[in-house]
């Protein structure tokens, strides 16, 4: 997407200002947004779309993937600061999707483009092979993989539920998966 195409589209925003209404701030925010879902930055895959989130929807996280290591920080900070310390996160969604880039290119070939773009910095090109970039393989096997991370995750509370779920860019339905 290229600059002037930002600049047009937030143009765009003057006729979304005029019908908003203020959001809740942040401290007024009800407790019961105790729910997060990480879903991947596809703009097919917008759980505010296929779940029919509204302003006062749960917190979404999305990365490439929608995969949990990449969620974690932002997890863990909520869990933390969610209605100010009133309430903390009590269920975590993991959507993966059909269709996804991830499933069409793996590891080895995000690895390769990147080292070509460093490949003048040793030290660089040994931190590409570093990295865990999250290729999907089978979808099931990585929302369970991904679901048992968030349940690891020390930093989280204890009691923190975690559910699985697939998303069909083809029928629009999600499917509870684990
Ligand atoms: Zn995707």
Known sequence: MSADLVRQ??????????????????????D???VMVISCMDP????????????????????AGGRASD????????STIMSYGRNTVGTVVVVHHTDCGLLNFDDHYVK???????????????EVAKMEIGGLGNLEASI?????????DPFLP??????????DTITGRTTEVV
Do not use: C
């Not at 969620?71 to 909520?78: H, N």
């Not at 993989?145 to 690891?152: C, G, N, R, W």
């Open 71 to 78: 969620a974690l920080r932002s997890i863990r900070t909520l």
């Open 112 to 126: 390769e483009k990147l080292t070509e773009r460093v490949k003048d910095s040793p030290e660089l090109v040994s």
């Open 158 to 167: 204890k009691d923190v539920e975690v559910l699985g779920f697939v998303y």
């Open 144 to 152: 369970k993989e991904d679901v048992e991370l968030i349940k690891a």
């Open 9 to 30: 589209i937030a143009m765009g925003n003057i006729d979304y200002a005029k019908n908003h209404d203020p959001s809740t701030s942040f401290k007024d925010s009800p």
């Open 44 to 63: 097919r895959a917008s759980p505010n779309a296929f779940w029919n989130f509204g302003e006062q929807g749960p917190a979404v996280i999305r990365n």
């Open 32 to 34: 019961m947004k105790a």
